[in-house]
C-alpha cells in the first residue's frame, strides 16, 4: 500500500549585494539540496544593486536553468 504525499514545492529568494566571491557557491551547494529534495521549486535570483560581478553571475546561472 503506498501513501501519497503532498508535493513538496518551494519558492526561494536570493538576493545579494556585491557578493560576487559567495554567490555561485552558495547556488552550487543550494542547487543539489532542492533537486534532491523538493519536487518543484523556483528560485530567484535578485540583484540588489551590486557594483561587483554580483549580477553577471546570477545571469550565467539563470541562463543555465530556466527554474
Known sequence: ???DHPR???????PALN???????T???LLPVVRA???DYEI???NDGSR??????????????SR
Not at 557578493?19 to 557557491?25: F, S, T
Open 1 to 3: 500500500m503506498t501513501t
Open 8 to 14: 513538496r514545492r518551494l519558492t526561494i529568494v536570493v
Open 19 to 25: 557578493e560576487e566571491k559567495k554567490v555561485g557557491q
Open 27 to 29: 547556488l552550487l551547494e
Open 37 to 39: 529534495t523538493l519536487d
Open 44 to 46: 530567484y535570483l535578485v
Open 52 to 65: 561587483d560581478q554580483t549580477g553577471q553571475i546570477m545571469e550565467r546561472f539563470a541562463a543555465s536553468d
